[in-house]
């Protein structure tokens, strides 16, 4: 099965050199950079790993769509600039995709952090994928690419657009939550508060399945670098 690994980035200088490079060690079948307009040094430090880097209006949907149009594998991984996959879990993702049922799914979360508030928070996340069925895109979805064509990709949301397509994905088949996991930078806990950013992520994803406008919401919603 060939994986094209997907990472949408803007002004990701800091961590990406380090996701590349981990992403290397996975020997995917390619790695599509879909920038968002960085004016930072990410496309200098994207163009040492892929010749696959697609320019295009900032908006995290928008970004993986672009780059899952022109990826050529079967299977689909999104993962985020500061998110990385170890390549035991990565494989085990492979062997539950050759099962022909499942059409896709996600990883495990894994903040990386030794405070014992995210590790609760952790937790928290991982039972809510698995008892509610709602997965965040920090947890790494991966799609096969056919499907990805029928559910026409993310809805271009300028937030909670993770929400949606995972929502969306479990009405086309089964899918698999891994308990291997997605390793994820503390970045935004640790610069807006542990606490207020739990409280407002939880928030924001009521709002929008009460059917708040993700217009509004997103403006709550600042990119942390």
Not at 7 to 24: A, F, G, H, Y
Request: proline share 4%; glycine share 6%.
């Amino acid at each position: 099965m060939k994986i094209s690994i997907i990472v949408p980035t803007l002004n990701e200088s800091r961590c990406l050199n380090e996701t590349l490079v981990k992403i290397q060690q996975l020997s995917p079948h390619e790695l599509i950079v879909a920038d968002g307009g960085s004016h930072d040094d990410t496309l200098k430090i994207a163009a040492k790993f892929t010749q696959h880097i697609i320019k295009g209006p900032a908006g995290r949907a928008l970004q993986m769509n672009a780059g899952a149009q022109v990826a050529t594998g079967d299977l689909l991984l999104f993962l985020h600039a500061d998110s990385h996959i170890k390549p035991d879990s990565y494989q085990k993702m492979l062997d539950a995709m050759k099962n022909p049922k499942l059409i896709g799914g996600a990883f495990s979360l894994l903040i990386q952090s030794n405070k014992w508030t995210l590790q609760i928070i952790n937790q928290f996340a991982n039972l809510r994928a698995k008892y509610l069925g709602r997965a965040y895109g920090d947890q790494a979805f991966f799609v096969k690419k056919h499907v990805f064509k029928k559910m026409k990709g993310y809805t271009e949301f300028p937030i909670c657009e993770d929400l949606d397509f995972y929502k969306r994905l479990k009405f086309f088949g089964p899918v698999v939550l891994l308990k291997e996991a997605v390793h994820t930078s503390p970045r935004r806990w640790t610069n807006e508060g542990i606490w207020f950013t739990t409280i407002k992520n939880i928030l924001i994803s009521i709002l929008f399945e009460l059917g708040f406008p993700p217009r509004i919401l997103t403006k709550w919603y600042e990119a942390i670098r």
